[in-house]
């Protein structure tokens, strides 16, 4: 196939009449300058036959001299590289096995890394998409609670007023929420707010439209969005009508505005569809939230040749006197913290990202020199083939050039393959992936990655090519059987140990992974899954906008759920175990009835979650002392906890808690809840992690019980998962 | 005997050119020409004439046309082009002043102008 195309590809070039024309034209020329030659020895006397003797004689090489004036010809090196591809391909015909698995092992190698270096360029190399992304840094506070940076709508108001080592700095809302698009077509959205500085921050453009305008992020200003370039074309079909066409968002008919690149990442790596202005409104901030206004990201643009040390030191003083207004409790936990964006998008991914490309990189050397050992086989079983060649007066450079191009087929044929591999592992890759690896759907083959596969391919084919072009024989070996020099020797064995050395590594690692997999999958989870369903229902927010529907509608599915047959229990919780997202607190903010308060800063940080009663039956977490809830204290007024067993030691070290009093940050000083009983640890920081302790608050049938948003519904079931699910 | 491999490689081009210059020939008659001239010294070898006569074809500065030769053979003659005029006007150029140049370093040639 390859090689009909390549003298489709000549004659294409009509480069094979025209050789032929000009071969015998040359022969002609040379065979003229003979005649001469003959000629001019006849005239000094010679005999005819010695006259055409002594011409050929010193003529020399009639076939030497035909070459050296072929070669004088512009791009005579094309044929010459045809001719060794040519005589490479057949050699391949000669040796399948040879060839098909020197290149099956450059496709797996090739095809692993260039997927791998697919999913860990934008993670370690590939630039943010913002200009000079360099200069953008995440600022904010951070507590044990929050270790990525926010702050309120007051401190930022005091940040713009008074911050030195920002060019600019922009918010945007803490999360996006989900919202409706109301229309003949509804759809879920997810929405978000940022300010109108935000896209000029990040020096982004809108694809179409344009940015929101500062009368437009006013309070009460126009009602404004800009939309996500996926919900354009997806939703829209890509019309460029949709400029200035109104679009009915949570039941209020909004302008869009603008339309935002293909491709552009939220600082924050959210998944927006719809940006509404933020709309701050200074005085505002300084009265909700007690005071301190709502939570937000905050992003900033490094002034030219300030370094985010530098920042963060200018910063400090500004700092320093904002902790005059929080409550002492606050000063040790709370720090302030300037990082780099790319530091907060990357988040720990980076160093996941190094050890697959290290361990990637193994796997190609390994096959890299598989290859040349490959090569360097076959190249001692041609020594014969070559010796004849340099007999034949062939030169060194000639045969060494004869095994690159060989090498670098193999290499390129390896790449083909590899590509269509890595596309395929890619997808498997992105499927199977856990969440919180930053960048995937970017992750992709593109012109850039393929060009450093071609590249390693490359580099592969010199580097084995070279090892078997620089061990070709040095005299001739026609007749000798085995001429295995010591350079050679050491070469292979200098391969093999290369080689071995590498498999260690990668298969140690392997064993660990698979070990702690294992060791994860072995472990007590202190709760069932077997049996047990979660599901999520996705409510119009602007419907049910008020907790009382919230919980009436849930309430309703609760009832729903229990008729079913065959289900055994059936509860609601803000969030579940072992890992995700999952409400939290502090030590330092519990108070025990009848104990001083603690000191700020004490003790770490607990898990809380807010469950109906029969969460523990649902998941079979036992609890070991005291009671459970139970229906009768969701209509009662006292509200009520259950502590697992590391919160309990902790709270109360030692004695039993039943029945005790405590009293958490934020609620009346005379409101104190009392604990119902102790539950079992249970995993709830995730699988690698130690259980941390625990406060289950009761989720009872009041409104006030049910401001968060979050509601899994946990269903326990004798019957199989289709049947409950159907 | 100087061989023409000792010949520095823009000098065969320049002979070959200058020969050349007067009136078109075969490859026979360009090293018959300038042995001749040379009175002898310079024999200038087929392995080194046909690539070189070829080069310069590529290359533009000479072009050969089929003819009969003097004892009415089918003989490639080669003749110079406009090109090839232009180019041997530079290359003796540059042979005066390389020449002059080696004469007064290995002192040949009196300082006769200053």
Not at chain 1, 549 to 568: C, D, I, S, Y
Request: with cysteine; charged share 20%; hydrophobic share 45%.
């Amino acid at each position: 196939m390859i090689s009909e195309w390549i003298s489709r590809f000549r004659f294409f070039l009509r480069r094979d009449l025209l050789a032929r024309r000009r071969t015998s034209e040359l022969d002609e020329e040379l065979q003229f300058h003979v005649e001469q030659a003959t000629a001019a020895n006849m005239a000094q006397g010679m005999t005819p036959e010695e006259a055409r003797r002594n011409a050929l004689i010193e003529f020399g090489g009639v076939e030497q001299a035909r070459e050296r004036c072929q070669e004088q010809e512009p791009g005579w090196w094309i044929d010459t590289l045809l001719q060794d591809v040519r005589y490479a391909l057949r050699g391949f015909r000669r040796s399948k096995a040879f060839a098909v698995s020197a290149v099956l092992t450059l496709a797996l190698a090739i095809g692993a890394t260039t997927a791998v270096f697919s999913v860990v360029d934008p993670i370690l190399f590939r630039a943010l998409p913002y200009a000079n992304p360099g200069q953008l840094v995440s600022v904010g506070f951070t507590h044990s609670l929050e270790q990525e940076e926010f702050l309120t709508g007051k401190f930022y108001e005091h940040w713009l007023a008074n911050q030195r080592p920002f060019a600019a700095m922009a918010s945007q809302g803490t999360m996006s929420h989900p919202c409706d698009l109301v229309e003949n077509h509804p759809a879920e959205l997810e929405c978000l707010t940022f300010q109108a500085a935000m896209l000029q921050l990040l020096g982004i453009s809108p694809v179409l439209g344009r940015s929101f305008l500062p009368e437009e992020d006013q309070p009460h200003g126009p009602p404004v969005v800009m939309i996500s370039y996926a919900l354009w074309q997806g939703h829209y079909g890509g019309d460029r009508q949709i400029i200035g066409q109104e679009i009915n968002i949570d039941g209020k008919l909004v302008q869009v505005v603008g339309v935002l690149p293909q491709g552009f990442q939220f600082p924050t790596l959210e998944p927006a569809d719809v940006v509404q202005p933020m709309a701050l409104d200074a005085a505002v901030q300084n009265t909700v939230n007690g005071g301190f206004g709502d939570a937000m990201r905050t992003f900033a643009r490094l002034k030219p040749g300030v370094s985010v040390a530098e920042a963060q030191a200018e910063m400090q003083p500004i700092f320093k006197a904002e902790m005059a207004w929080l409550p002492a409790v606050m000063w040790d936990l709370t720090r302030l913290n300037v990082r780099p964006l790319r530091a907060r998008e990357v988040g720990d991914a980076g160093r996941v990202a190094w050890i697959l490309l290290g361990a990637v990189a193994a796997v190609l050397l390994i096959a890299c020199s598989n290859v040349a050992g490959l090569m360097a086989a076959r190249g001692a079983a041609r020594q014969r083939e070559l010796a004849v060649r340099a007999a034949l007066g062939a030169s060194r450079w000639r045969l060494a050039r004869q095994g690159l191009t060989e090498a670098l087929l193999l290499a390129l044929a390896g790449a083909v393959v590899g590509l269509v591999l890595a596309e395929g592992l890619l997808r498997m890759f992105v499927a199977l992936a856990p969440a919180g690896v930053p960048f995937l759907s970017k992750a992709h083959l593109d012109g850039r990655i393929a060009a450093v596969t071609v590249v390693l391919a490359l580099v592969c084919g010199v580097v084995f090519g070279l090892t078997t072009a620089l061990h070709q024989p040095d005299g001739l070996v026609v007749n000798a059987r085995s001429t295995l020099s010591r350079r050679h020797v050491r070469l292979r064995r200098a391969l093999v140990m290369g080689q071995i050395a590498a498999s260690v590594v990668l298969l140690a690692g392997a064993a660990l992974l698979l070990r702690s997999f294992q060791r994860i999958e072995d472990q007590r989870l202190g709760f069932t899954t077997h049996g047990v369903m979660t599901a999520q229902i996705a409510l119009p927010g602007f419907r049910y906008n008020t907790d009382a529907k919230w919980m009436e509608f849930h309430l309703q599915v609760e009832q729903a759920v229990r008729r079913l047959p065959g289900v055994t229990a059936v509860a609601f919780s803000d969030s579940v175990p072992p890992g995700g997202w999952h409400g939290g607190t502090r030590f330092s903010d519990i108070t025990v009835q009848g104990r001083p308060r603690p000191a700020p800063g004490e003790g770490g940080t607990l898990v809380t979650r807010r469950v109906t009663p029969e969460y523990f039956r649902a998941l079979d977490i036992p609890v070991i002392r005291g009671r459970g809830f139970t229906d009768e204290d969701r209509t009662a007024d006292a509200p009520l906890v259950v502590l697992n067993r590391l919160a309990a030691a902790e709270l109360f070290s030692g004695e039993d808690p039943v029945g005790k009093r405590i009293q958490p940050f934020g609620t009346h000083a005379d409101q104190w809840i009392t604990v119902a009983g102790v539950a079992d640890d249970a995993k709830n920081s995730g699988l690698t992690s130690d259980e941390q302790p625990e406060i289950y608050f009761l989720q009872r049938a009041v409104a006030d019980d049910w401001t968060s948003r979050h509601a899994v519904l946990v269903v326990a079931s004798a019957l199989p998962e289709a049947t409950v699910a159907g | 005997m100087p061989t023409s491999t000792e010949l520095l490689q823009g000098t065969l081009d320049l002979l070959i050119l200058q020969t050349l210059a007067t009136r078109s020939m075969h490859g026979w008659g360009v090293a018959q020409r300038i042995q001749q001239v040379s009175k002898d010294v310079l024999q200038i070898g087929q392995g080194s004439l046909y690539p070189a006569l070829h080069r310069l074809e590529y290359k533009g500065w000479i072009r050969s046309d089929w003819g009969n030769s003097e004892n009415n053979r089918r003989a490639k003659f080669y003749s110079l082009t406009r090109a090839g005029k232009k180019r041997l006007e530079t290359e003796l150029e540059d042979w005066d002043r390389l020449s002059a140049a080696v004469g007064l370093v290995l002192g040949r040639i009196p300082e006769a102008s200053s």
